[in-house]
């Protein structure tokens, strides 16, 4: 029997068989390329649709991270609005990450990184993290993979990620403010059909006491 074809694979089993999608990104309608053994290959998933709805427009300029970045929705976006900034999409999967190039070669955008997380050099600090993070890895892979990524930011900068309600977005945010309690401020940012999107600030300094603030849920 053939191993389970997770989107989190680093080379998923499927076979290729690429398929056109027509996605909304940055204000506009844009048909891209996906594939089977990809995270949401049919569509935007719900939670990406709702963090793309829930967050600022990014920095300008610098270093910009999507972190576990699929067929490239987030990255795309990134992109788009930021095109002096550098979009490094991040993920194991090397079908999602050959489809983030060619989503980006197809959109006219060569400001994206594609790569695995090891290629990404260690100096890089980031204006800001996007992630829709792959929850069904694992608590424990879920949470060594943000404690590397989150103390990368740049003092003062955000990261952004939604987790859905009943995939254990509240326990997540008990655990983010557990383990970076002199880093980052943790705070819920929107509530959403079922999704969360929480936003971690990179403190200007440790041990700082600011208050961790919770936005009473909408639904």
């Known amino acids: 029997?053939?191993?389970?074809?997770?989107?989190?694979?680093?080379?998923?089993?499927?076979?290729?068989v690429p398929r056109e999608i027509t996605v909304r990104l940055a204000g506009e309608d844009r048909v891209l390329t996906s594939a089977p053994g990809v995270f949401s290959p049919e569509r935007l998933d719900a939670g990406t649709n709702v963090l793309l709805s829930n967050v600022p427009?990014?920095?300008?300029?610098?270093?910009?991270?999507?972190?576990?970045?699929g067929w490239g929705p987030i990255?795309?976006?990134l992109a788009l609005e930021s095109p002096h900034a550098t979009v490094?999409?991040?993920?194991?999967?090397?079908?999602?990450?050959?489809?983030?190039?060619?989503?980006?070669?197809?959109?006219g955008l060569d400001n994206i990184t594609a790569c695995t997380p090891d290629n990404v050099p260690t100096d890089v600090r980031f204006m800001t993290i996007w992630s829709n993070p792959p929850i069904r890895v694992g608590k424990s892979e879920l949470h060594s993979m943000l404690s590397t990524?989150?103390?990368?930011?740049?003092?003062?900068?955000?990261?952004?990620?939604?987790?859905?309600?009943?995939?254990?977005s509240d326990s997540l945010h008990r655990w983010l403010q557990a383990e970076f309690p002199d880093d980052l401020?943790?705070?819920?940012?929107?509530?959403?059909?079922?999704?969360?999107v929480l936003r971690a600030r990179r403190r200007s300094g440790s041990g700082l006491t600011e208050p961790i603030s919770v936005v009473p849920d909408a639904n």
């Not at 401020?185 to 969360?196: D, L």
């Open 1 to 16: 029997m053939a191993p389970p074809d997770h989107y989190f694979s680093s080379e998923p089993g499927s076979g290729y």
């Open 57 to 69: 427009a990014p920095p300008p300029g610098g270093n910009l991270l999507d972190l576990g970045c």
């Open 75 to 77: 990255a795309l976006s």
């Open 88 to 107: 490094w999409a991040v993920d194991v999967n090397q079908r999602a990450l050959d489809l983030v190039r060619q989503n980006a070669a197809r959109l």
């Open 149 to 168: 990524w989150l103390p990368r930011l740049e003092v003062g900068a955000d990261a952004w990620l939604v987790v859905q309600r009943n995939l254990g």
């Open 185 to 196: 401020t943790v705070t819920r940012a929107a509530t959403n059909k079922g999704y969360r």
